[in-house]
C-alpha cells in the first residue's frame, strides 16, 4: 500500500521557522528588539537546514519524498539535481523565504544603527511569518511516500538549461530584495525618515534594482537561445507580471534620489508600496493558475486563495501605514521645469506604461471571467503603445540634460532636437522608422553629451547618470531595430543542397548523429555565406520523451543568423526555419552597460 | 482629503479581490471539454493485463468508476491509497485503464501498492483512452448504465469526491 | 484665514478629482487599444456555433485528432491535420516548420483565419504542453 505522510524533520524544521517568525514579529512589536534579533539568526539557520535537507534528498535520489519523485530521475547531472530544487512551485517558494529570511539577517548583521533595523524587523518578521504559513500549509514539500517509485518523473526538460536553472531563482531574490526594501520605508513612514535610513534604502534599492534587471535579462537570453522562436519577449502575462515590478522599482530609484522633498518622499513611499505588492502580486497571479502560460506551475485552488489573503493582508497593511503616515501629502507641487518637475513627469509615463502593461494582463482575465470568452492579447498591443511613451521618457532625460545650461543654448538645442526629428520624419513619411529614428537621435546626443563631458573632466556622478541613460537609449534603439527589420523563412532542404535565401547563401552540409547520458539526437550542419556555420540538433529525452530543437545561432555585430531543425521527411530531406535577426547582439551589450551602470550606482553608495 | 484618498483606495482594493475570488472561484475553462453526458464508446478486443478479452457488460451495467492510471505517472501513486479505500466501501465497481505504460512495470506497480480496480484495461497505445476523450493521467470517469455522468481531469481525493461524485450516489 | 484654508482644501479635491478623470481617460484608450488587438480563443465547437466573431483573425484549441496529419503532396511545406474538441473537429491547413510540441493526439493552439471552405487557415502553430508528461518509447527517425 502506497500511503502519504508528512516528513518529521522537513515539517519540524518548518513549523519552528513558522512558530519563530511569529514570536519575533511579536517581539519587535514589544520593542523587545535584542531577542528579535536573536531570533532572526535562529530562523535563518533552521530554513537554511531545512533546504540542505531538501537538497540532500534530491541528491541520494531519495524518491520516497513526493516532491523528488515528482521533479528528479535518477540520470539527472548532479547540478540538476540540485536547480530541481527550485524546479517546481513548492521548491521555488522554500527558496524564496530562505533568501527573505538571509536578506534580513544580513541586514541585521551589517547595520549597526538599532532605531532604524528594528522598526523593519517588525514587518519583516510578519512577511516571513505569512509566507511560512502558506508554505507549511498549503506548498509543503516535504511529503513521503511509504512505497517510492523506482525513478523519478524527471525535471521539466525546459528547465534543464543553466540559464533557466538560475533564471527564476534570480527573479525571486529581485522580488525578496524589494521585500527587504520595502520594510525599511515602511519602518520610515510608520517613523521618521533619517538621513541614515535613507541611505540602508538607497543600498537596498539599488541590491534589488540589479538582480531583478539580472534576472529579466537572462530570462531573454534563455528565451531567445533556447527557445528558439528568435525572440527575446513575448508580451506573455508571466514575463509581463515580473516586468510590473521592474517598472514599478525603476521609478522608486528615481524618486529616491530627490525624497529630501516633501512631495518626492510621498511619492518614493507609494511607490516602494507598489514595488513590493506587485512582486507579491506576480506570484500570485502565476501560481494560482489564473493564468494560461507557458510558465504556469500547475494549478491548485486552494493556493490562490490562501496567496489571494496574503495579498489582500499586505496590502492593506502597507495603505494604512501609508495614509496614517505624517510625512505623506505635504508639500507642493514641484515648480515647473525644474529637476524634480521632469523627475515627477518621468515616474507618470513609467507609471501609465505600468497601466498599460497591468491591463493587457489582467484583459484576458477579466473577461474570461466576465463574458466566459477565452483570448489573448496580440503583441502589437504592447508595443504600439509603450514605444512612443518610452522615446517621450528618453527624450526627457535628454532634455534634462540641457536644463543646465542657460537662456539662448538651451533654447536652441531643444529646437533643433524638435527640427531635427521631425526632418527626419518627413524625409521617411512612414511611422515605424519615426520612433526608429527619434530613438537614434537622442542615441547620438546623448552620445556626444557623454563625450563632451569627459573631455571636461565633469563629475563621476554626473558621468555615470549619462552613462546609464544612454544606454537605455542604446537598448531601445536596438530593440526597435529588430523589431522593423528581422525576417524569417520556412524551407525544405536535403543535404548538399545550397540555395539564396533572404540575400545570404545557404549551404546544407550533412547530418550526423549524436547521443548523451540522457538524450539521443541528431545535428545538422549549415554554412551561410561560406563563412558562418550553423549546427542545429534536435533531441529526444530518454526518460520524459520530450523532443527539443537546439536553435542553432550565429551572432554578428549587426544580425544573427538562425537555424531551426523542422521534421524530416520521407525522401530524407528537412524542413527548415532560416532566420535573421538584427540588432540582437546590440540589445544584450546595452543591457549589459545597463546592468554595469545600476552595479555601479549601488556600489558608489557604499563606498 | 486623505480621507477621500483612503476612501477611493479601499473602493479599488474592494474590486479588486471581489474580481479574484470571483475568477478563484471560477471553474477554468478549458478548450477541452468533458465528456459528460456521453455514452461509453463501443469495446472491441480490449484485453486486460493478463490477456483476458473483456466483456462488454461489464462496463456498461450499474456504476462504474473508470480510473486512467501508469506506472510512470506520480500524481496516480498520489490517488491510488485513496481508490483502494474507495474500492472498499461503496457499491462501485472500479476499473483502472493503463495508459501507455509497460507490461511489467504495470503489474509490478499493483503488486507493489495495492490492487484497488476489478481489472484493468491494458490499453498500451492509448487508443481506447483516445476514444474517451482522455487527456492525460491520472483522469477519472464515473458511468452509470453506460452513460459517462461525471469527468475528472486530476488527481480524485475525499475532497474532491465529496464535492462532484458523491451527489450520484 | 479659515476662508483661504477652505478654498485650498478645495482646490486640492479638484485637483484629486481632474487628476482620477485623466487616469480614467488613459484607461478608455488603453481599452480601445486592447480591443484593437484581441485574439478570441475557440474551440471547434464554438466556431460552428455561430455565436463568435471568426472574420478576423483567432486562435484555434483543441486536440490533433490521432492520423490525420498529412502532408500535402509535391508542396514542400503544406501539411493538414484535424483539430477536435471530442464534438466537433476542423481541417487546419499550415505551411511552414511544425514546432517540436505538435503531435497528434496532444494539445494545439493554431492562430489564423478561417477560410470559406470552413477550413482553418494557420498562421502560426504554438503546441502546448501536456499536463502530464508521457514517457513515449524512444522513436527513431524515420
Known sequence: MTDISVDFVGNALLWGATIGSFLGAFLSFLHKHELARRLIFLISVVLLTASAYLVIQFLNDNFSFLYVAQNSNVLLPVYYKISAFWGAHEGSFLLMIVLLSLSITFSNYFIRNKNQIMQSNFYALSILFLYLLFIVTASNPFYILSNPPINGADLNPLLQDPLLAIHPPLIFSGYVFYAVTFCFVMSGASGVFSKELFSIIKVWSSISWFTLTLGILLGSIWAYYELGWGGYWFWDPVENVSLMPWIAGTAFSHSLIYSRTKIMLSWMVFLSIITFLLSVFGSFIVRSGILNSVHSFAADPDRGIFLLGILSIFTLASFIVFFRSKDIFKGNWPKFGSINYLLLLNNILLMTILLIILLGTLYPIFTEVIFESKLSIGPNYFSELITPLTIALIGLFTFEQFLRLKGKVFFLSALSLVVLSTGVYFFFEQMIFLSLITAGVLCIVLFFNLFISILNHQTSLRMHKLFGHLSVAALTFSVLFNHNFSESVDIKVSEGDQMNLLNSKIFFEKVEIVTDSNFNGVRAKFVIDEEYPLLPEKRVYKVGGQITSETAVNSTLLKDYLIVLGDRFQDGSWSVTFSKKYGILMIWMSSFALLLSIFYGGLRRQL | MKRLLFLIFLGFFAGFIYFFSLSLSKPKLSDITLQEGKMLPSIQELVDLNGDIIDERSLSNGKVLLNVWASWCITCLVEHPFLSKLSKGEDLIIIGINYKDDLSKAKNYLDENGDPYKFSIFDYKGYYALKLGVTGAPETFLVIDGKIVKHRIGEINQKVWNDEFKVFF | ?142
Open chain 3, 1 to 142: 484665514m479659515r476662508n483661504m484654508i477652505r478654498r485650498n482644501r478645495a482646490n486640492k479635491i479638484y485637483l484629486i478629482l481632474l487628476s482620477l478623470a485623466s487616469v480614467a481617460l488613459i484607461v478608455f484608450f488603453i481599452i480601445k487599444a486592447l480591443e484593437k488587438n484581441i485574439d478570441l480563443y475557440l474551440t471547434p465547437t464554438q466556431i460552428f456555433s455561430g455565436e463568435y466573431n471568426t472574420v478576423q483573425k483567432f486562435k484555434l484549441g483543441g486536440m490533433v485528432e490521432k492520423g490525420s496529419l498529412q502532408r500535402v503532396e509535391g508542396e514542400d511545406l503544406v501539411v493538414t491535420f484535424t483539430v477536435t474538441d471530442f464534438q466537433n473537429s476542423i481541417d487546419v491547413v499550415y505551411v511552414g516548420v511544425l514546432p517540436n510540441l505538435f503531435k497528434e493526439n496532444s494539445g494545439v493552439v493554431a492562430s489564423g483565419y478561417l477560410t470559406e471552405g470552413n477550413a482553418f487557415w494557420a498562421v502560426e502553430i504554438l503546441a502546448k504542453h501536456d499536463e502530464n508528461y508521457m514517457p513515449v518509447k524512444l522513436e527513431s527517425y524515420d
